[in-house]
């Protein structure tokens, strides 16, 4: 009774602080990505963490790593006010090749004929000026070929802020319902799905070993200098993952945690989470540079934090970064 009583209030939009035990059933659109409800509600958005805490959790991390991140607090209450669909899965390369021949839209590395980035075995990081992991821009690379074997059933990568707001455009005048990058709280809120953990499987950085792809032993066997950084299993996956590899949080979503980093909406402001509204925040009205959220297949386990925010120029297109799209509800 009290199971049925939780399902039928989140069904609703009204069980603001629980986690559903069950995911609502998912919806297809017109590209065969599948979204799922999430219901309104309240949650704590944000880390206060102390940097001795975080040091006795990632104790292989030099400790200058947890003195920069103010942009986490303070941990503020955010009201999400309207359900709304995520999409349960990241957008893939499949789909995202369906947009592209049904539109006609060219993606900013194949327009400006700069490319991307992407893995070359022979690439040294230290002759790059930004000490990049990987290799670009160079024409060769871009959503087709970030260096590494991808099927339609991956994610997309290197696609930029721009990329992802044409397919969200398309896909609203196509279906006549609007589609959008989530907003940050939105993000982050579908990420916890009530839960209060670093990750939404707990607080352990060894509990990504069931639900992300991040960097562990099949990475740092291609990056060995970054070894002590690894998560000690074995997930299979040296590269991307197909969507859907791991276990989804309690509302249905895959991959909240690695293989790509998300775009959002928002703009990055380092203080703006001290004067945030409660109600829906849509981040400051201007900025230099587009959050990202989630951590990717490469990411060290502390970085993708749920709590955690990185950022880029909207033009970045990079083979870490992909995108998750909404849909809302009328």
């Excluded at 279906?175 to 939105?186: D, F, I, M």
């Amino acid at each position: 009774m009290r199971t049925s009583l939780c399902l039928a209030f989140l069904l609703a939009g009204l069980c603001g602080g629980c986690a559903a035990p069950l995911a609502t059933p998912a919806w297809t659109n017109s590209l065969g990505m599948r979204f799922v409800t999430i219901p309104a509600g309240e949650f704590l958005m944000g880390s206060d963490e102390s940097p001795e805490a975080l040091a006795e959790a990632y104790p292989q991390y030099p400790r200058e790593r947890f003195l920069k991140l103010g942009d986490e607090a303070p941990v503020h209450k955010v009201r999400i006010t309207r359900a709304f669909q995520m999409g349960q899965h990241e957008v893939t390369v499949g789909q995202f090749r369906r947009f592209l021949l049904a539109s006609g839209y060219v993606p900013d590395a194949e327009r400006d004929g700069t490319g991307g980035y992407g893995y070359n075995p022979d690439y040294d990081p230290a002759s790059s000026v930004r000490g990049d992991a990987f290799e670009g821009r160079q024409p060769r690379y871009s959503w087709r070929n970030p260096g590494f074997a991808q099927t339609d059933d991956h994610p997309v990568v290197n696609v930029t802020w721009h990329d992802a707001q044409a397919l969200a455009a398309w896909l609203s005048k196509t279906e006549g319902r609007t589609y959008r990058l989530p907003t940050e709280a939105e993000w982050e809120y579908a990420c916890r799905a009530g839960g209060r953990g670093r990750y939404h499987g707990g607080n352990a950085p060894e509990s990504l070993a069931r639900v992300a792809n991040v960097f562990d032993q099949d990475s740092a066997r291609l990056w060995p200098q970054w070894r002590a950084f690894a998560l000690p299993h074995h997930d299979g996956y040296a590269f991307t993952a197909p969507v859907g590899s791991f276990a989804p949080n309690a509302w249905g979503l895959y991959d909240m945690h690695g293989n790509a980093w998300e775009w959002v909406s928002d703009w990055h402001g380092d203080d703006y989470y001290a004067q945030s509204p409660v109600d829906d925040p849509q981040g400051p009205t201007e900025g230099g540079v587009k959050v990202r959220r989630g951590g990717s297949w490469h990411s060290w386990s502390f970085y993708a934090r749920a709590a955690y925010r990185n950022w880029n120029d909207p033009d970045t297109r990079y083979t870490l970064v992909g995108m998750r799209l909404v849909r809302e509800l009328p």
